[in-house]
């Protein structure tokens, strides 16, 4: 089996915008351990976390009849930074949210967004429109208010009161809040960092820097969802600048971009250093990098060539994999998500249901390099029998065909 096979794996997690504490990202995970262990007629258990201020930890070990794998799985935590944001008093979200909303289109990333992804365009102007129907919904109250009661006084406070009981009424049903703080976080990245944050990142660089070189893992996986595929690429643009400022090699690494928000920002103006990372990691040998895509996902960018969409020059990284969401689930579950366009866009981190091309547990605690997975065309489905051993003659990644763009729902 050779090469294609590990026994010893660490993996970072860097999550999209998600508030949710490491102890509930571990009950999630735990619960799509169990799932996974079904689909593929395998053993897997893990170990409580171990929370720290920058990651929360805990080991993962998977079997099946002839293999076993111990994955060390971290969870880059920022959770705490999204909380932050959310408590922030409602008369600083709004504006700071709609000056937000507003630089990404004078920045020119609404145009971008149109010509790569009409999809994306229109989640972007989700809160847009609502936005501007509360303000709409606000202002009728208030002229109709100053006309019933003759005050130009009364009818500001009443158009005032709706205006802000419409907002906390969109917060709590479709999340206005929590998208506008998440545009926040996002100009906030394009303009000028975040300093906590890039300090955190640069401590775990460290680590990971550290742990690719030390030959205690047969491979060191970065995996960014969403918006945290940015944080993933600044993490190993990180670690490979640290190593080469010692005078020593870049690491060998892994990073998978899956339901990648990086031209969220990669397409705005203002965004250089993002697009220089982004350059520097295509560009490195050393650094295998997937991005997977799923055209049925409107909250990520499905584009053949998202280095081209930036202007940046043309490279064999990353290999871009293109998946469907539908084939990861039952017809009934996916009948029941697909509305939801959060839900769908979280299948990309979530256990599926059945054996498919692409699968989150696979990658993150399977016994095949994430490379050769990513790069067959049946992912593991062609490599582990029905009863969860491995086959006995494994085909060499460079022998796989670069798979084509697939998904059309």
Known sequence: MGDSVVSR??????????????????????????????????????????????????????????WRVETQHCLLRWDDVIVALHRRPIWRRIPEGVLALADFIAGGALRGYLRHSWRYALFFLFPVLVFLGILAVAAGVAMLAASWTGSAVAGLLLGLASFIGLFLLAQKRIHLGLLFDDWIFARELVRSGHGELDERIGRIAAQLAHEAGSGAFDEVVVIGHSLGAVLAVQLVDAAITLEREAGRPAPQLVLVTAGSSILKLGLHRAAKGLRASLARVSACPSVFWADVQARSDLINFFSPDPLAAMGLANRASPLVRAISLRRLLTQERYAAIRLNAYKVHCMFVRANDRRAVYDYFMLACGPLRTELQLRAPEGAMGFIDADGSLIETLRAPQAAATPAITDAR
């Open 9 to 66: 794996r660490r993996v970072y997690h860097v999550a999209g915008f998600d508030p949710d504490p490491p102890a509930s990202v571990h009950g999630r995970f735990s619960r799509g351990l169990a799932r996974f262990q079904g689909v593929w007629s395998l053993t897997a258990s893990a170990t409580p976390p171990e929370i720290e201020a920058d990651r929360a930890c805990w080991s993962v070990v998977a079997a099946g009849p002839n």
